[in-house]
């Protein structure tokens, strides 16, 4: 949890020389529908290095889900529009067909789901589910595929592996199968690891057995990590970077101690301040962020977030803010941001003025 | 464990169906106005039809008749034929395993394509071709039996004459009811194909609508994203990973489809002219051999309640959720 | 100055349409059907969610060919266009037609019979026999099965003592009927009626008891309903339809129910089970919702509760199932008349104009298959408007 801390090393803008894994360079992936062209990811750029962890936060509908499926190229072949680069270990992988991709799948990058109990197929063993990855890239015998799923097991830390693996998925608890999607996602050992949501369907309690359990496996595998999720306290202390998304666009990036320390956009702000403390008094008013996240076939003009902004000014929702660097390392898209005293000044008005945002956002201070 | 207790279930509903169904149709016929010696001897005297009816029983109280019945076909004796005096389970015998070739080639045939018809259809939803293929199989569907016996018959019978419109030779099954019989299968097969196409058709087209919305649910789920995000090739995910979750529905109407099968089975049977239980049914009803038509009736019956259970059987094998479910019922 | 009202939730529970289009795309989206989601394409059974407004042009077909059938049958039927005599027979007409071997003949477009009888006429006034007894068994389905199927689902795992004491002595009585029949008349030497009542009373008696003692209706109506779905329909119908008819001599004396009515009613008898079983998975998940638990708490009675909130709902259902239903029957009449029961000559239905004249098919073809399109035509029709009924309702739950 403290490593994190210091593994800050800022990531770099420049384009292939930095060596990383995974660059990501203005990802777009709009869909054809017959309300119109909806631009689920638009714009999105990012690297990531072998060994790190980056987390990518943000409400239901702002792409995060679409962009991870867009990286890994798990998209239907129709109505689909993308744009942009991502290259992998130096290749481009927008080039290439289903068939070049399926090398990847599974050997190269790796894909953990929302729910385990959908993830897994109910009419097949375990074990199965497990070999049959191994089977695919690795041309091993059956024995030995079967070791090293009872070794993957072990890994994950289910009891009794030998016997699980005639089991069904049915027969396991939400937090064995999630342990087991893990141990599937890692069977060919991945350099990269999405990770969508992986937490949101289990109780809490095994949440943060699973989160280290992910943790401790991308240590020893010096593995890559995306780790999707709309909650920040999942992402505080397990990623080395942070990338809050709206509206399909990338609004602020940081390593996460300083992201957590020094934010700038108002969304990041909105975000963790509507996340219940322990030390609030009980019956503290939880700070919501009003409105509904935007129309994505018909975005607003101007800042996509301005609408539910507490800080939001009419430059705001003219003008369109481009993704500025400020400090190395650390991005964000704003006009007003947090902590500066054109964001303060604004905010003043706004609550002045009645703005509900500002408002609820006055209401809930406790930062 | 759970298999004694599906054994258990089913036998009781062997059993309560036996007794209804035989009652009810003991009862049925036996009002059907109409006297069988009538038809044996229309010639004959009041006294003598009088002292037939006696021996064949009919003169007996009702329910007396009825267990004498019951009992019969307790101990495997399914009456006698009116006319001939012949054992209808002779006559089980004979045409039993010529209906039951029929309708597994037909459901054979239905399945062979149905399966690839269904999962390409699923495969290429939404597509041209799947438009065409789903357009053919509502066209098909609304094909009665009877006129796609008729036309098969007429245009391949008559016009092309590929094939023959009438008549049997004996196949594998049939030496196991009668030693007999030995088969000629080159013969038995170019005479059972068109009934058994005929009634295929039928079949093919809801097998493979049923397959296709199955499998659309199915290839919508999150473990076929998972199975596809760890590299397998997309034809082991259609039919290794797909088909196995939505070949139940299937399974299950395949079962219950068995009860319209039979009937369609009775009338391709009259129209191509194959002497299977189908075609004796007719003739039973026709002639008035009540008996006959009872037996035939509850045989029918049993074989249904018997090839549920099988369906049943099949069902827990394919889905263990449903053997973990029956275990702890 | 005043802005919207702020809106509820948390972060993270918001999905706008567009994310679901999205998530869905997604999911669906996999080996190439997101089209078909985005699109609200019709799913081969209806299962789709349709966005278009109004019937689509394949329906309007549908129902136009219908109307136009339905239309020559009453014309035909009442008298007012007959375009000939069904009866009568032209000599030099016989067997000739389109496609025949024998050639057509002038002034009969659509060729004659083999006893001479001009094609058009028979069929007009075979499509009123079809089409009444089609009608008429499905009404008599539709009628029994649909309100013991909505009696089953409403009362369905409820306590209803009535109910269960009802159908329970119902049942009851008839196992007691035969096994205490059987007993009474065979060991004991009980004349038969006596027996049957006896044995009848004391069963109903104890399915009574049992009845109220459970109180589950439903239970007791799937039973029936599966044991007479043991038995293929067409046998039960074939008995049913011979029993009701009579033999040939009192037919021949003009006695013995008239056919139509008899294939009605055993067609009807047949397609009860079948209807109810759709009537009543239709009800059971309509019953279960919260409206009517929210009428019981208001303390309307239960008639009252099925007719004003559950009918509407369960009739969409009932409906499409209907119309699949009449296009069976019409199928049926035709079997069973292939079968040698049914409609007796020469009054004409479509089924027995081609099983008068099968004999003929190599010969003169044009009988069969005149005959034939018009059916398919008919039951093709039927099924597309049920289906096109079925997925405007959405009636997933209305599935066996």
Redesign the interface.
């Known amino acids: 949890m403290t490593e994190s801390a210091s593994a800050t090393a800022p990531t770099t803008r420049a384009a292939s020389d930095s060596g990383a894994l995974l660059q990501v360079t203005d990802v777009k992936t709009h869909f054809e529908t017959d309300r119109g062209l909806v631009r689920a990811v638009d714009g999105v750029s990012f690297t990531l290095e072998r060994g790190k962890t980056l987390g990518i936060v943000g409400e239901s509908g702002c792409g995060k889900t679409v962009l991870s499926r867009s990286i ?1 190229g ?1 998209l239907p072949k ?1 109505g689909v529009v993308r744009s942009g680069s991502i290259v992998f270990e130096g290749r481009e992988l927008t080039d290439l067909g ?1 068939k070049e991709m ?6 190269q990058m ?2 953990i ?3 385990p109990m ?7 063993k375990i074990g199965k589910q497990i070999t ?2 191994i089977r ?2 690795l041309d091993v015998t059956k024995e030995f595929a079967d070791e090293l799923a009872i070794n993957l097991l072990n890994s994950v830390r289910i009891p009794e592996p030998e016997a699980r693996m005639k089991e ?1 998925p ?2 396991l608890s939400g937090g064995m199968r999630q342990r087991v ?1 893990i141990a ?2 890692l ?1 060919c050992g991945p350099k990269l690891l999405f990770a969508d949501e992986p937490t949101t369907a289990l109780d809490v309690t095994v949440q943060a057995q699973v989160l280290d359990l992910m943790a401790a496996q991308q240590r020893e595998r010096y593995m890559a990590m995306v780790l999707i999720t709309h909650d920040l306290g999942v992402v505080a202390g397990r990623a080395d970077e942070i990338a809050v998304m709206y509206a399909g666009r990338i609004v602020e990036k940081a390593p996460t101690s300083e992201l957590f320390s020094n934010m700038k956009m108002p969304y990041t702000e909105a975000l963790l301040s509507s996340i219940p403390k322990l030390e609030d008094a009980t019956h503290t008013r939880l700070a919501t962020i009003p409105g509904r996240p935007p129309d994505l076939v018909n975005p607003p003009a101007g800042c996509k977030f301005a609408p539910r902004c507490a800080y939001a000014q009419d430059r705001c929702r003219e003008e369109e803010p481009p993704l500025i660097e400020e400090k190395p390392g650390h991005m964000y898209r704003c006009w007003f941001p947090v902590g500066t005293p054109e964001g303060a000044a604004a905010l003043e008005r706004n609550k002045r003025e009645g703005v509900v945002a500002a408002v609820a956002l006055a209401q809930a201070e406790t930062l | 464990m759970e298999l004694a207790k599906l054994i258990g279930r089913r036998a009781v ?1 062997l059993l ?2 036996l ?3 035989s ?1 009810f ?1 003991f009862l ?2 036996r ?4 006297d069988p010696t009538d038809a044996i001897i229309p010639f004959g005297t009041e006294e003598q039809k009088r002292l037939l009816r006696e021996d064949l029983g009919l003169e007996k ?4 008749q ?2 004498d019945y ?1 009992s019969g076909l307790a101990q495997g004796d399914l009456g006698h034929q009116y006319s001939s005096g012949r054992p209808v389970s002779d006559l089980v015998e004979q045409s039993l395993p010529i209906s039951l070739q029929l309708m597994i080639y037909a459901q054979v045939i239905a399945l062979l394509f149905a399966l690839p018809l269904g999962v390409f ?1 699923a ?5 041209k071709s799947d438009r065409a293929i ?1 357009t053919t ?3 098909l ?7 796609l016996a ?2 098969l ?2 245009f391949i ?2 016009e092309l004459k590929w094939l023959p419109t009438s008549g049997y030779a004996p196949g594998w099954l049939d030496p196991l009811f009668d030693p007999s019989r030995s088969p000629d299968i080159g013969d038995h097969i170019r005479y059972m194909l068109l009934p058994a196409i005929t009634l295929a058709v039928g079949q093919i087209a809801i097998y493979m ?2 397959l ?2 199955d499998m ?1 649910a199915t ?16 034809r082991r ?2 039919w290794r ?1 797909a088909l ?2 939505s070949s139940l529905t299937l399974l299950t109407v395949a079962g219950l489809n068995v ?2 099968l ?3 089975a ?2 391709v049977e ?2 191509y002219g194959i002497p299977g239980m189908g075609q004796k ?2 003739q039973a ?2 002639s ?1 051999e009540y008996v006959e ?1 009872q037996s ?2 509850v045989v ?2 049993v074989l ?2 018997l090839i549920n259970f099988f369906v049943d059987f099949l069902y827990s094998v ?4 449903i053997r ?1 479910a029956r275990a702890t019922t | 100055m005043p802005e919207r009202p702020p809106e509820t939730a948390l972060v993270g529970e918001i999905e706008s349409p567009e994310e679901q289009i999205v998530e869905e795309s ?3 989206g ?4 997101s ?2 989601i985005e ?1 609200g ?1 019709v ?3 209806g ?1 789709g969610r349709r966005r278009k407004a109004g019937l689509g042009f394949g329906a309007w077909l549908a129902i136009g060919w219908l109307v136009f059938i339905v239309l020559i049958a009453v014309l035909a039927k009442t008298g007012i266009l007959t375009w000939g005599d069904p009866e009568e027979s032209f000599g030099e007409c016989a067997r000739k037609g389109p496609f025949a071997d024998e050639g057509t003949a002038d002034g009969f477009l659509l060729g004659c019979d083999s006893n001479g009888r001009d094609m058009i006429p028979r069929l007009a006034l075979g499509a009123w026999t079809s089409l009444l007894v089609a009608t008429g068994a499905i009404v008599v389905g539709f009628v029994i099965g649909g309100l013991l199927g909505m009696l089953a689902g409403y009362f369905g795992g409820k306590q209803s003592r009535i109910g269960g004491v009802i159908a329970g002595a119902f049942v009851g009585a ?2 007691g009927i ?2 205490g ?2 007993i ?3 060991a004991i030497g009980l ?2 009626v006596l ?2 009542v006896l044995g009848g009373v004391l069963g109903a008696a104890l399915g009574g008891f049992a009845g109220w003692r459970k109180g589950d209706l439903d239970t007791y109506l799937t ?1 029936i309903f ?2 007479m ?7 039960l119908a ?3 339809t ?2 009701l008819l ?5 037919a021949a004396q003009g006695g ?1 129910l008239p056919p139509e009515l008899v294939l009605i009613i055993a067609i009807g008898v047949v397609s009860i089970p079948l209807v109810g079983r759709i009537a009543r998975a239709s009800a059971l998940s309509w019953a279960q919702r919260d409206f009517v638990l929210a009428a019981r708490a208001q303390g309307a009675k239960h008639a009252r509760i099925m007719v004003r909130e559950l009918l509407p709902n369960v009739l969409p259902a009932m409906f499409s199932i209907s119309l699949l239903g009449i ?1 069976i029957a019409i ?1 049926a009449e ?2 069973l008349a ?4 049914g409609v007796r000559p020469p009054t004409p239905s479509w089924g027995n104009i ?1 099983a008068l004249d ?1 004999g003929n ?2 010969k003169s ?1 044009h009988i ?2 005149e005959a ?1 399109l018009l ?2 035509l008919t ?2 029709a039927l ?2 408007l049920g ?1 096109v009924v079925r997925s405007r309702f959405d009636v997933r739950e209305g599935g066996i």
């Open positions: 890994m798990l129709r289903p399926r090398e990847y799948w599974g050997a790796s894909m789901f929302q729910d959908t993830s897994l197929n109910p009419v097949m049959e990855s695919q890239h069904y049915h027969q999607c599937v996602a069977a | 509903q309560v169906v007794i209804v169904v009652f149709t049925l016929i009002l059907l106005p109409g109280g009702f329910f007396e009825y267990w019951v259809a495969y290429r939803a939404g597509t789903n199989g509502f066209a569907l609304a094909v009665p039996n009877f006129v008729l036309v018959s007429y019978g008559a609508r049923l296709r919305s659309i290839l919508q789920e999150n473990f076929i994203t998972m199975a596809k995000a760890k590299g397998i090739p997309n995910i259609l990973h196995r979750p009860g319209i039979i009937g369609g009775i009338v009259v129209i049914i007719g009803i026709f008035r038509l035939y009736v029918i019956a249904f309640v394919l889905d263990p959720r973990r | 997604i999911e669906g996999l080996l190439g059907q089209a078909e699109a394409a799913i081969a059974g299962e008839v196992f035969i096994i029949g059987v009474f008349a065979v004349g038969d027996a049957g039973g599966n044991v779905l043991s038995i293929p329909a067409i046998v074939l008995s049913l011979a029993f009579g033999s040939a001599e009192e013995g296009a199928v035709g079997t292939i079968l040698g029961v081609i099968r098919l190599f073809p069969v298959f034939s059916i398919f039951v093709l099924n597309f289906d």
